[in-house]
C-alpha cells in the first residue's frame, strides 16, 4: 500500500455533501464519470473523482456509486483492487483483471517497488525540498478498530516533497492581512493511514480542504472565497513494473478543471503548461 490510500472520513466534504443529500430526500441518481487512463486484458487504470468511494464500506452503507463497480461495468469483467485512494483524494488509480494479477501487484507494493507522485495545495509558501522522517501512531476507527491495540508503537512514515509554484492574495483568512499557498509534490516512501495530511499538518502547512487533520479557518475561507468544496490533493502519476509483461508502467492524469481555476486565480497559468501532463518526475 501506498500513503494515502484509506477512506472512510465521515467528516470529509463529500460525505457531508451526500448525508445531505439524503437527509433531504434527494438522491442522485447519475453515476460519476471515469476515465480510463490505461487498459489492458490484464490492467485498468482510472482516474478516480474526488468523493467517490473505491469500493463498500460499512460507512457508506447508503452510497450507490463505488469505483470498484463502476470500472467493472466500464470494462465488463470484474476487477480486483490492489490499492486504494481516500474517498476525497481524486486520481491514478489501478485495478487487477483477475486475483493473480491482482496479488502480484500488491506484493510490489507491499515491497516499495511502486512509486506514486501526488499534487497538493497547502497553506503558506514553502521553498525548500526536502525528506519529512517522521513516525505515525496508527489511527483507529472507533468501529472497525474497537479491538485494535491502542497502545501499538508509532510506525515508520517518510515522505518526499518538493515545492512548485508559490502565490500569495490580498485576502486574509486569519490574523494575517494577506493567504498565502503553495502548490507541492509529494512522493510517500511508506504508506500510513493519512500518511500525506499527517505529515503536512506536523510541517504546519497542512492540506487545504483536509477536515480531519487541516486548518478549519483557512479550508472555510477557500471554500468561500473560491466556491470550490474539495480536498486539495490529487494522485497525478503511479510507476509500476507490468506484472505480466514485465514493461516498466507510468502512467500520469491530468488535473480536473478545479486546479486550472485556482492556477488562473493565483497567476499561475503562466507558469504551469496546464493543457498537458504535469512533469513532476
Known sequence: MTDDEYFGDKEDAASLQAETLLAEGVEDETPPELEILFEDEHLVVIHKPAGLLVHRSYLARKERFFAMQLTRDLVGCHVFPVHRLD?????????????????????????HQVTKEYIALVRGNM???????????????????????????????VT??????????????????????????????????????????????????????????????????????RLWLIAKSIRFTHPVTLEKMHIET????????????????????????????
Open 254 to 281: 491530468e488535473l480536473e478543471q478545479e486546479w486550472l481555476t485556482i492556477f488562473e486565480q493565483f497567476g499561475w497559468d503562466d507558469g504551469l503548461d496546464c493543457s498537458a501532463p504535469m512533469d513532476i518526475a
Open 87 to 111: 474517498r476525497p483524494t481524486s486520481g491514478v488509480l489501478v485495478f487487477a483483471k483477475s486475483s493473480e494479477v491482482a496479488r502480484a501487484l500488491c506484493e510490489q507494493f507491499e515491497h
Open 127 to 157: 521553498h525548500e525540498a526536502g525528506r519529512l522522517d517522521y513516525a505515525l501512531k496508527v489511527e483507529l476507527d472507533d468501529v472497525a478498530d474497537k479491538k485494535a491495540n491502542k497502545d501499538k508503537p508509532a510506525q515508520e512514515a
Open 160 to 229: 518526499d516533497y518538493k515545492p512548485l509554484m508559490n502565490a500569495e492574495i490580498p485576502y486574509s483568512s486569519g490574523r494575517y492581512p494577506s493567504s498565502r499557498f503553495c502548490l507541492i509534490n509529494l512522493t510517500p516512501q511508506t504508506g500510513r493511514k493519512h500518511q500525506l495530511r499527517r505529515h503536512m499538518a506536523h510541517l504546519r502547512h497542512p492540506i487545504i480542504g483536509d477536515t480531519t487533520h487541516g486548518d478549519g479557518k483557512q479550508n472555510k475561507f477557500f471554500r468561500s472565497h473560491f466556491e470550490i468544496n
